[in-house]
């Protein structure tokens, strides 16, 4: 069972929502649009879910993920009450200190260290960044040390990389949109980094850039 945490605020994460919509699986606990709330997803919390799974697409920041209403739904200071979590965020900044946070605190904390693109809902690409972003949300609980991490950030890699190919196949070259689509494909694998419980440092795919211009 996972915490499928998905708020719809503006554009960018009206996108995340509409994509998502596409990901729900039989047993995620849906937490959507107006309902994902921090008050909600703490009330879902607290009743000590045995999965401890949380795929959040949202907003963030270096130390929050945040709601629908744009406030803080996940801190720093609610690490020490969830440990034991593996977390998920397609969300801007979070890999860089809730992360670590989270993981001092024994949860494993999959998130990006820079800004990201939502990925875009229009039909033909709909599927393309579904399938991309649904592989991601099956697949990133069985990243638990830096073997199984590593192999994870290998998924993560050749899905961008698909999703890519795919985008090239469909004619997004020539989209107005063209540099954001696949400015999404590349961040979903370059930027993503994991922290786990007792490392000092987080861990990124071997390929990815150390940094780049355009995040």
């Keep these: 069972m996972t915490i499928f945490f998905v708020p719809s605020s503006d554009s960018q994460t009206a996108s995340n929502h509409a994509v998502a919509l596409h990901m729900v699986s039989q047993g995620d606990v849906q937490i959507f649009a107006d309902h994902a709330t921090r008050a909600r997803l703490h009330s879902e919390l607290q009743g000590n879910p045995s999965d401890k799974q949380i795929f959040a697409m949202a907003h963030g920041s270096s130390t929050a993920l945040k709601d629908t209403n744009k406030e803080e739904a996940l801190t720093t200071a609610d690490a020490v009450f969830l440990q034991g979590y593996r977390v998920f965020s397609w969300a801007c900044l979070t890999a860089n200190e809730l992360g670590k946070v989270f993981a001092a605190n024994g949860s494993v904390w999959w998130g990006y ?33 830096p073997a199984s991490a590593y192999a994870v950030l290998e998924r993560a890699r050749a899905e961008g990389l698909l999703a890519e190919q795919l985008l090239h196949a469909l004619g997004a070259s020539d989209d107005v949109e063209a540099m954001a689509l696949f400015s999404c494909c590349n961040q979903m694998w370059e930027h993503l980094r994991v922290w786990l419980p007792g490392h000092s440092q987080m861990i990124a795919h071997p390929d990815a850039p150390s940094s780049s211009i355009f995040g």
């Design 113 to 145: 260290d820079c800004p990201i693109t939502a990925p875009d809902e229009r039909d033909p690409y709909l599927v393309v960044f579904r399938d991309a972003l649904l592989s991601l949300k099956n697949f990133f609980a069985t990243g638990v040390d």
